[in-house]
């Protein structure tokens, strides 16, 4: 029998969590416990949580954090005291729906090479009103529609991250792969752990709506969102779709800005903390980035001088 775990981080969440409690104790498959690392909130959070704790002595488990570790830390640690087999990633303010646990669970047991499991979302307001956009979950299923793969590896180091915490569950037993999350600048716990499973091949993606996301002022993280429009949707695709050739001075801008960007914050972080893992994906970055280098200088040798000097 598989055992199930929540990680659930919270930060003063007290206006939206008794939604998502309540969506994940209500599942058609139950979950086994839920783990949940406070991040030093000042408002009714703690009560909050204490309070399911009494009523659900079994399942809750609950940690005040000494200090603020922040997102990617106070992820790590809820992650790392599950105990379950299958770890899904939760923030405080979402709402499941209520098959989320068991559509997963007979996705891991159907596929035993995927050991990271992310699937599409809505978006929803403070009201829980749905909201009509695009979203990054929204990306594999529109580059599936021009191609039969995805390159998920590729994407990630390259383009951009569509594979968010809220979306995510994790296999115990791929947990250490993956620990500890490195403190770079721009890059979350759910993008690390997209980026190591996919180098592996051991990531994959199911377009189910299986969450709702909601849109506030309050966030630590956003970005997801795109108007539901033409325009936006080829933005994306130009974004996401790292086969397509740059059409515009535009698009290429936007691919070196990625690689130098990415290039920079590796390098920078390898200055202090060695790390054989982002030695390795900087090395692919930076190959990825010759060659593209290379292909403009061949075909657009006039762009090839105008980013030497933009792109030192």
């Known amino acids: 029998m598989t055992k199930i775990s929540v990680a659930l981080c919270t930060y003063n969440g007290e206006k939206f969590i008794h939604q998502q409690i309540d969506s994940i104790l209500n599942q058609t498959l139950e979950v086994d416990e839920i783990v949940v690392c406070d991040d030093c909130s000042t408002d009714k959070t703690h009560q909050i949580l204490s309070d399911y704790q009494k009523q659900f002595p079994g399942i809750f488990r609950i940690y005040i954090n000494e200090k603020n570790l922040r997102s990617v830390k106070n992820f790590e640690k809820a992650i790392t005291l599950c105990t379950g087999d299958i770890i899904f990633l ?70 951009g991250n569509f594979a968010t915490g809220a979306a995510m569950a994790i296999r115990k037993s791929f947990v250490e792969k993956v620990l500890p999350f490195p403190l770079i600048d721009g890059l979350h716990h759910d993008e690390w752990i997209a980026i190591i499973s996919s180098e592996k091949n051991r990531f994959d993606f199911i377009n189910d709506k299986l969450f709702s996301y909601r849109i506030h002022s309050e966030q630590q993280v956003g970005g997801i969102s795109y108007p539901k429009d033409e325009k936006s949707k080829e933005k994306m695709i130009q974004k996401f779709d790292v086969n397509r050739e740059p059409k515009s001075f535009r698009d290429y801008k936007i691919k070196f800005r990625t690689f130098n960007d990415k290039e920079k914050k590796f390098k920078e972080y390898l200055q202090n903390t ?9 090395d692919y970055i930076r190959t990825e980035h010759i060659l593209l280098k290379r292909k403009i200088k061949s075909e657009k040798p006039l762009l090839s001088f105008i980013f030497k000097f933009l792109y030192r």
């Open 274 to 282: 060695p790390n054989t893992t982002i030695e390795r994906l900087l």
């Open 90 to 159: 939760s923030d405080q303010d979402d709402v499941w729906e209520n098959n989320k646990v068991e559509v997963f669970n007979t996705f891991f047991i159907l596929n035993k090479q995927t050991d990271v499991l992310c699937s599409n979302g809505y978006l929803i307001d403070d009201n829980n009103n749905k909201l009509e956009k695009y979203t990054v979950w929204d990306v594999p299923q529109i580059l599936k529609q021009n191609r039969n793969s995805i390159n998920y590896f590729k994407v990630f180091c390259t383009a």
